[in-house]
């Protein structure tokens, strides 16, 4: 009877109805696993496209998109990459990112001590360069230190490379870090940075500092024909110059060089404490027994911190956990005053 309900127990294979153009079979979730696939790094990215160059050949250049299924997976200059499709740099051919390998480091940052988004600046650099300059403009020591808690906590290497020093000296400036067992480097505008290229040859290196300290003249320096190079990498998008994007850039000698231009600031909101004391082998025990929450400040922030006992062992010097605390005050916001635009 119409409008009356079925008797489903008296249903049977009969009435089962399969909707047109749907096939039975079932879908697989298996992925082609690209046996054939190209390695490369990741030296430039502009609007969803990415720019890498070969391992085996790192002059040539090859445009890239990201593969649907790695989905949303963040891909940032200096990731090693697996490309496929057509890799052979030619103007408009395309590839495909089909796999991104695990990253060794990791710079990251934030926009501010309050945000909670992470931005990947650059991966698996294995130094971070803190180009400062010692005058015009002046030295900015909370700049230094919060870029020092970011290389410490993602695992890289970092130095500080002193520019201008035919302006004013180094000395005290390099003592204010001494506790730290810091490589500083150190230049001047009317020399060669010899010291600065045997130091990056041959290994991935990122640099950071505020505008005017003279990193541009450095990386120019370094890559002849940087400025240039820049162009192309950064022509992914139709042309579009991005200056303020990271862009990675070959060595003459082997080895690249990551030019960070929009990377005036570090927001240190997603590092922890501890992050910053697993840099410091000799307080890393004795932090684990410390209370809960603790940020190692000491008092009165952190009355009951353990780190002051390793001093009064004698495993640690005074000046080694100062210098320890200042970065972590650093990361707590609590910068030098004196230090603008940190």
């Given amino acids: 009877m119409t409008g009356r309900r079925r008797d489903w127990s008296k249903l049977d294979e009969s009435d089962v109805r399969v909707r047109p153009g749907k096939g039975t079979r079932p879908r697989s979730k298996r992925r082609p696993e690209h046996a054939d696939a190209s390695t490369a790094m990741v030296i430039g990215v502009d609007r969803g496209r990415w720019t890498c160059a070969l391992d085996d050949d790192p002059t040539r250049v090859v445009v890239a998109m990201r593969a649907r299924?790695?989905?949303?997976?963040?891909?940032?200059?200096?990731?090693?990459?697996?490309?496929?499709?057509?890799?052979?740099?030619?103007?408009?051919?395309?590839?495909?990112?089909?796999r991104v390998g695990e990253r060794l480091s990791v710079l990251r940052r934030t926009a501010d001590d309050t945000d909670p988004y992470e931005r990947?600046?650059?991966?698996?650099?294995?130094?971070?360069?803190?180009?400062?300059?010692?005058?015009?403009?002046?030295?900015?020591?909370?700049?230094?230190?919060?870029?020092?808690v970011a290389?410490?906590?993602?695992?890289?290497?970092?130095?500080?490379?002193?520019?201008?020093?035919?302006?004013?000296?180094?000395?005290?400036?390099?003592?204010?870090?001494?506790?730290?067992?810091?490589?500083?480097?150190?230049?001047?505008?009317?020399?060669?940075?010899?010291?600065?290229?045997?130091?990056?040859?041959?290994?991935?290196?990122?640099?950071?500092?505020?505008?005017?300290?003279?990193k541009s003249t450095l990386v120019n320096r370094l890559v002849p024909d940087a400025h240039l190079r820049t162009g192309v990498v950064s022509a992914v998008g139709k042309g579009r110059h991005t200056s303020v994007a990271a862009v990675a850039l070959a060595l003459p000698g082997g080895g690249w060089v990551v030019d960070t231009p929009g990377v005036r600031s570090f927001g240190l909101a997603h590092i922890e404490p501890d992050d910053i004391v697993s840099a410091f082998e000799e307080f890393v025990e004795a932090a684990e027994e410390c209370p809960p929450g603790c940020g190692h400040l000491g008092a009165p922030e952190d009355p009951d911190c353990m780190l002051d006992q390793v001093v009064a062992d004698g495993t640690a010097s005074p000046g080694r956990l100062d210098s320890l605390r200042r970065l972590l005050a650093s990361r707590a916001g609590h910068d030098d005053p004196d230090a603008p635009d940190h």
Wanted: with cysteine; glycine share 10%.
């Fill in 69 to 98: 299924e790695l989905g949303r997976t963040p891909i940032v200059v200096g990731d090693q990459v697996d490309l496929v499709g057509d890799v052979s740099g030619k103007v408009d051919a395309l590839a495909r990112i089909v």
């Fill in 120 to 148: 990947i600046v650059v991966a698996n650099a294995a130094e971070l360069l803190i180009v400062c300059s010692l005058a015009d403009p002046p030295p900015r020591t909370g700049f230094i230190d919060r870029c020092l």
């Fill in 151 to 214: 290389a410490y906590a993602g695992g890289l290497q970092p130095v500080l490379c002193l520019t201008k020093s035919d302006l004013a000296g180094p000395e005290d400036l390099i003592a204010a870090y001494a506790e730290l067992d810091l490589p500083v480097l150190v230049t001047r505008s009317d020399r060669e940075p010899d010291e600065v290229r045997e130091r990056v040859t041959g290994i991935v290196s990122a640099l950071v500092g505020h505008s005017g300290v003279g």
